[in-house]
């Protein structure tokens, strides 16, 4: 049996104006995402476990603009407004996303945002293929989600 292949498909940085505890409440929110992550219709399936969804153990489905394609998502890490980590798998591929969040002497905050992907030997030339523009797509989804937390105070 061929072992499967792990790519990170982004490592970046991405520059948030607001604080690190609005920044941090928008993004590990679930709820939140279809408004700010483009490949996304809406997430069903939402089981929060603890006082507030995005904490550990928060799980989702993720239903997307891709028929068919519907990956269940769970919090794995969740340290308020430093570090947030989920982990997602559909069929025989497996997602993580881990995001850290450094304040900025300005009062905003950096968003570093990890996104890796392991996918079985048979998959590593789709992926090859589409690693760059799958890493510009989550760039822009995050500048939207900065612009959105921006525009509402937060919220």
């Not at 904490?55 to 603009?65: A, E, F, H, M």
């Not at 982990?87 to 905050?109: C, I, K, N, Q």
């Not at 992926?127 to 937060?154: C, E, F, K, S, Y």
């Amino acid at each position: 049996m061929l072992s499967p292949a792990r790519f990170t498909i982004l490592d970046d940085v991405v520059a948030f104006s607001t604080p690190p505890a609005d920044t941090f409440d928008y993004l590990t929110d679930p709820r939140n995402r279809p408004a700010w992550q483009s490949s996304l219709r809406r997430i069903d399936d939402l089981h929060v476990i603890s006082d507030r969804a995005g904490d550990v153990g928060t799980s989702w489905t993720d239903v997307t603009l891709v028929p068919g394609v519907s990956p269940r998502l769970e919090v794995t890490a969740c340290e308020p407004h430093r570090l947030w980590r989920e982990v997602g798998g559909w069929r025989s591929v497996d997602a993580v996303l881990t995001l850290r969040f450094d304040e900025r002497a300005d009062g905003g905050t950096d968003v570093h945002a990890e996104a890796t992907l392991t996918v079985p030997v048979i998959g590593v030339p789709v992926l090859a293929v589409n690693r760059w523009p799958a890493a510009q797509a989550i760039r822009a989804d995050l500048a939207r989600a900065a612009r959105i937390v921006a525009d509402h105070g937060g919220r």
